[in-house]
């Protein structure tokens, strides 16, 4: 079946660590997207990607990085930079057209 | 700029009874508009969406939002409620690039 797998779906970071969380797609889709939610904010753009090589950032891209090398990922990494990194994580998919979200990672700090 | 408004965080509401969702929009180019369903630690479902076409907008499971250009909404409704529509509902309205614009959301708790 197609669709988006985000992993792992709990994971945890220590102070000044860098973590990456991977986003999976095989739905041939061109763009995709890095969302944090955050309780009673909804859901804020990271990172968005329009083509393979190509990326730009959203509207809280501080602290986060992210890579686009193959059509089917685009993984984000939580740099040590990012002061409150604990949040849920979700990735997205598109291609002209409603976006497609995967079951979303749940970071913690240790 | 872009933007979207749900007005409510919470609605509380019996198994059975009607439910508004109410959503207003701010956008100066052409309007997309979606609702999302999300239940706990899961990702975000797409519930119905406008593009183009009749304004009233239905889901599978009886869902309907209506799109009220004069008024910049897109309410969802629903006239019976389940236990199982327990969730969190996400407004959006489509930006550049596909971007999307997401509300605040509202949580929809049904009581039994």
């Known amino acids: 079946d197609g669709g988006i797998t985000q992993s792992p779906k709990y994971l945890f970071r220590k102070e000044g660590q860098n973590v990456t969380l991977s986003c999976e797609q095989n739905?041939?889709?061109?763009?995709m997207y890095w969302y944090r939610q955050d309780p009673g904010q909804g859901l804020r753009l990271i990172y968005y990607s329009q083509i393979v090589n190509d990326f730009q950032k959203g509207d809280i891209a501080e602290g986060y990085s992210v890579s686009r090398e193959k059509k089917e990922s685009f993984p984000l990494t939580v740099t040590s930079a990012q002061k409150n990194p604990t949040a849920f994580y979700l990735c997205?998919?598109?291609?002209?057209?409603?976006?497609?979200f995967g079951d979303g990672t749940r970071l913690s700090i240790l | 700029a872009q933007s979207v408004t749900q007005l409510d965080s919470q609605v509380p509401v019996f198994e059975e009874a009607p439910v508004e969702l109410r959503c207003n929009y701010s956008?100066?180019?052409?309007?997309?508009l979606f609702w999302y369903v999300q239940y706990p630690n899961q990702g975000l479902q797409l519930l119905l969406k406008?593009?183009?076409?009749?304004?009233l907008v239905e889901s599978i499971n009886g869902f309907e939002a209506e799109f009220n250009k004069s008024q910049t909404s897109f309410h969802l409704r629903k006239p019976s409620v389940h236990i199982s529509d327990t969730a969190e509902y996400f407004c959006?309205?489509?930006?550049?690039?596909?971007?999307?614009?997401f509300g605040t959301g509202t949580r929809l708790q049904v009581f039994p």
């Open positions: 956008s100066s180019v052409s309007v997309y």
């Open positions: 959006a309205v489509r930006g550049v690039a596909d971007k999307l614009i």
């Open positions: 997205a998919s598109s291609i002209s057209g409603p976006q497609h």
């Open positions: 406008y593009l183009s076409g009749s304004t």
């Open positions: 739905l041939n889709h061109d763009a």
